[in-house]
């Protein structure tokens, strides 16, 4: 049997493992959507779906400074659907409901709740509205 040495099977397994990196796909980007809808008293939406989940609500309205509703998952419920809760004005409850059943695509919809101001539906792209 052959003698082996050391350092040339260490050296053999460092080139081994770099030529195995190099081949190795980059990652993937990131998955962000973006879900635009308009609440009946004239506040539009813009609901941000990152990486799998739904992280926040921008609210903007003529005449308004924009809000923010950061969305925590809250749970999933008998239909199958994620839904995610935060607050807007530091005073009332926001849900958003993933009618997709947690597979956002563009073309997707969710339902957004805002107490007191009801029920509003939007749909998801790959863009921002303007």
């Not at 939406?45 to 924009?66: H, L, M, N």
């Not at 409850?93 to 509003?120: F, H, I, M, R, Y």
Request: net charge positive.
């Amino acid at each position: 049997m052959k003698n082996l040495n050391p350092a040339g099977i260490a050296a053999f397994l460092a080139l081994s493992c770099l030529n195995l990196s190099v081949n190795v796909p980059a990652s993937v980007a990131t998955q962000q959507l973006f879900c635009n809808g308009r609440m009946q008293n004239g506040w539009s939406y813009q609901a941000e779906f990152v990486d799998g989940r739904f992280t926040r609500i921008r609210w903007t309205r003529s005449g308004q400074p924009p809000q923010v509703s950061p969305l925590t998952f809250k749970r999933t419920n008998d239909k199958g659907q994620p839904i995610y809760r935060g607050g807007l004005f530091a005073a009332v409850t926001v849900t958003l409901v993933d009618l997709s059943k947690g597979e956002v695509a563009p073309g997707s919809q969710v339902s957004v709740n805002v107490e007191e101001w009801g029920w509003s539906r939007a749909t998801c792209g790959v863009s921002p509205a303007r």
